[in-house]
């Protein structure tokens, strides 16, 4: 039986890709502008941007996570091949589904913890930091949407759907 991807997962996809997308460039358009005003500043005029290094420590997560996201949907994220080289193409691509499970479920329990860590944090951060906090949020958010992505490849991977086609008699 072949494994079909259903059209609202399909559409869904391609939204959150796009907004992923979206949000990896136009956080590094900021992160860029924000250093390079920041050494136009300190060199040209004695000064700098007000919390300019805070932010953009921020922004390097949220061009990380963002782009995390999109190489593992694209399946150019990183991976351990040392078994891999040993194996033969078709034992990996049964091998996929699986390992993209376990990496979801991974990716689910730092999702819990770094909601515990915000939680921790916003509690007990002062009151005029607290615009850090709220950016902080990058951290659980960007680990849910690689356990996402992570769970939608190991559910609708077209390496599952070949699997499961060549198992057919």
């Known amino acids: 039986m072949l494994l079909t991807e259903p059209r609202l997962i399909t559409n869904f996809r391609h939204a959150l890709i796009r907004m992923e997308s979206f949000m990896a460039g136009a956080s590094l358009l900021l992160l860029l502008g924000l250093v390079f005003g ?3 500043a300190r060199n040209f005029f004695n000064t700098g941007i007000p919390n300019a290094e ?16 999109l190489a593992v949907e694209s399946s150019k994220h990183i991976r351990i091949d040392v078994v891999a080289a040993c194996m033969k193409p078709e034992n990996i691509r049964r091998l996929q589904p699986p390992l993209y499970l376990i ?18 944090d ?19 958010f960007g680990f849910f949407l690689l356990s996402l992505h992570f769970l939608m ?6 390496a599952r759907a070949e699997t499961e086609a060549e198992a057919e008699p």
């Open 153 to 158: 490849g190991a559910l609708f991977s077209p």
């Open 54 to 69: 805070i932010l953009s420590r921020y922004m390097v997560l949220y061009v990380v996570f963002f782009g995390a996201v």
């Open 122 to 140: 916003w509690q007990h951060v002062a009151e005029h930091e607290r615009w850090s906090s709220v950016l902080a949020l990058i951290t659980p």
């Open 38 to 40: 920041q050494v136009l």
């Open 103 to 120: 990496s979801s479920i991974l990716c689910g329990v730092m999702t819990w913890a770094a909601i515990r860590f915000w939680y921790d």
